[in-house]
């Protein structure tokens, strides 16, 4: 893949003004925005917009750079793969970022960078269960911190695993192997659209729940899946993070990058909040009772809450001289 020219080493865009990674230029991107991670879900969703019923999900491939009158997906050479179009008559993009809080934030700020006006974003993506929710059920973030490998702790060649009080000692202190944030809230009239959307699409038996999300910096360490191949020593993570955090729901790997972005945002110069989140995720795998879910559930799951995010993330009122400030209206 060959290496486009970039003007500008601080914020680098092309000459046509495509940023760097996602690959987007302005007109390219609308202000409401679901982002996932597999870029199947993102066709999948794609094919639910306006015009989308020709597109053919179950073989997402052939999707990766597509035009037609209605839809426009494009795939960058780092793999973000953007649909725009609309939903309802309203412009709705999809943006599948890969995995993890470093592709969010490149995610976020590229195509902050490219659209004018506030951004409502909504994480569509998959966790694993603290918990209360079982495989297959949805959980929405009413807030979220993020958990993280303290690379400083394993700067020596120590392999004894912690005791359960040392840990939780160290953890307290901040001077653990894992560090923990403060909490991040999700916007609450977004959230609030997204649970009403998420009961009146989702499948009868699914259950959506709220609840504190954690994001880990690992899908393994951080996670406290225990891998004998490292010194890992997480071996009392999952009972300190549940006995710590009471109302914690979810682990997944991006949910905070997005909340924490939106939170340090500065205000557009109207004064209106710069860019409104919220978030949920499909229940995968339930980290106590060790259970993954079925894929055919998932298949389900997945249209419907597709269509309760689509709904919810057209919800929300954006003041149309917002989007077109020089011209004042739609
Ligand atoms: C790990 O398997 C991935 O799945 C989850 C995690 O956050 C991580 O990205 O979310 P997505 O399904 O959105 O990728």
């Not at 989308?52 to 009158?69: C, E, M, P, Q």
């Not at 699409?201 to 999300?213: A, N």
């Amino acid at each position: 893949m060959g290496l486009h020219a970039m003007t500008n080493a601080n914020f680098p865009v092309d000459a046509e003004g495509h940023t760097y990674h996602v690959g987007v230029k302005p007109g390219e991107v609308a202000n409401r925005i679901i982002t996932v991670g597999d870029p199947a879900r993102a066709i999948l969703i794609g094919s639910y917009l306006d015009g989308g019923n020709v597109i053919d999900a179950t073989n997402f491939k052939k999707y990766l750079n597509y035009v037609s009158k209605d839809i426009v997906i494009k795939t960058s050479p780092r793999l973000f793969t953007t649909v725009t179009g609309r939903y309802k008559g309203v412009p709705v993009s999809i943006v599948a970022i890969g995995m993890g809080v470093p592709m969010m934030d490149f995610f976020v700020r590229e195509v902050r960078a490219v659209v004018q006006g506030p951004l409502h974003i909504i994480r569509f993506g998959s966790c694993g269960s603290l918990g209360r929710a079982r495989a297959g059920d949805m959980i929405v973030a009413t807030d979220s911190m993020a958990c993280s490998r303290n690379y400083n702790y394993f700067h020596n060649d120590e392999d004894q695993e912690l005791s359960e009080t040392d840990f939780a000692e160290l953890m307290v202190k901040g001077e653990g192997p894992y560090t923990v944030s403060t909490t991040c809230p999700a916007d609450a009239e977004l959230t609030d659209a997204l649970v009403a959307a998420l009961h009146a699409h989702v499948p009868t038996g699914v259950e959506v729940h709220k609840g504190l999300d954690i994001t880990a910096d690992s899908f393994y360490s951080s996670q406290a899946r225990q891998d004998p191949a490292f010194r890992d020593q997480n071996a009392h993570l999952f009972t300190y993070l549940t006995e710590a955090y009471p109302t914690a729901e979810c682990l997944q790997m991006e949910s905070f990058g997005l909340l924490h972005l939106a939170k340090s945002a500065r205000p557009l110069p109207s004064g209106s909040k710069s860019i409104r989140t919220a978030a949920c995720a499909m229940v995968f795998a339930h980290r106590v009772q060790n259970t993954w879910v079925d894929p055919a559930l998932v298949e389900a799951l997945q249209a419907k809450a597709s269509f309760a995010i689509l709904d919810a993330v057209i919800a929300v009122e954006i003041d149309a001289k917002e989007l077109h400030p020089e011209e004042g209206s739609v």
